[in-house]
T-cell receptor, first 111, second 114 residues
Framework: QKEVEQNSGPLSVPEGAIASLNCTYS??????FFWYRQYSGKSPELIMS????GDKEDGRFTAQLNKASQYVSLLIRDSQPSDSATYLC???????????FGTGTSLTVIP | DGGITQSPKYLFRKEGQNVTLSCEQN?????MYWYRQDPGQGLRLIYY???????QKGDIAEGYSVSREKKESFPLTVTSAQKNPTAFYLC?????????????FGAGSRLTVL
């Protein structure tokens, strides 16, 4: 069983719509959760981190965490063509310093 | 100008050759990581180091070696034992303390075996 699983997509949404990206993880001991954005040919950049159950909002981005269901999601409101990228979900367990990544979801925002 | 510098950005290697990828950081971060990314796949951990002169194998360490002689530097050697080394290699660091529990990535090095 993979540590982190994402729907690889691709996901296409029209400009201005809400994009919803999902991620599940296998270890209930995980405590830290991250969403990274990766443009083609570039390195990942951090968008959001979330550590507690519930929602965390930052501009057009909202991360949602449900530890009971072992589920993390990222909502992108008012999607823009510049949001077109691969989104990587990452999880860090409570012990140790290893981060585990999903395979990423490719998002295309259509103008 | 703080950050993580990876070099070279692009590297071509003939089969049977060892190559070393450089990763230097001036963020004063203790932990450093090497990940490999193949097309359509996520990041897979090769090695990581939490302090100078100490490092641990990740999930795909075979065919790779590292050293951590200085806090600022964590070079990765791709040896001839690595059977399929063509990939995008990413170096990352993590700071200390509860407010720095995130990975920061360098720009990456793309290795192609001819």
């Amino acid at each position: 069983q993979k540590e982190v699983e994402q729907n690889s997509g691709p996901l296409s949404v029209p400009e201005g719509a809400i994009a919803s990206l999902n991620c599940t993880y296998s270890d209930r001991g995980s405590q830290s959760f991250f969403w990274y954005r990766q443009y083609s040919g570039k390195s990942p950049e951090l968008i959001m981190s979330i550590y507690s159950n519930g929602d965390k909002e930052d501009g057009r981005f909202t991360a949602q965490l449900n530890k009971a269901s072992q589920y993390v999601s990222l909502l992108i409101r008012d999607s823009q063509p510049s949001d077109s990228a691969t989104y990587l979900c990452a999880v860090k367990k409570n012990t140790g310093n290893q981060f585990y990544f999903g395979t990423g979801t490719s998002l295309t925002v259509i103008p | 100008d703080g950050g993580i510098t990876q070099s070279p950005k692009y590297l071509f290697r003939k089969e049977g050759q060892n190559v070393t990828l450089s990763c230097e950081q001036n963020l004063n971060h203790d932990a450093m990581y090497w990940y490999r990314q193949d097309p359509g796949q996520g990041l897979r951990l090769i090695y990581y180091s939490q302090i100078v002169n100490d490092f641990q194998k990740g999930d795909i360490a075979e065919g790779y070696s590292v050293s951590r002689e200085k806090k600022e530097s964590f070079p990765l050697t791709v040896t001839s034992a690595q059977k399929n080394p063509t990939a995008f290699y990413l170096c990352a660091t993590k700071g200390q303390g509860s407010g720095a529990n995130v990975l920061t990535f360098g720009a990456g090095s793309r290795l192609t075996v001819l």
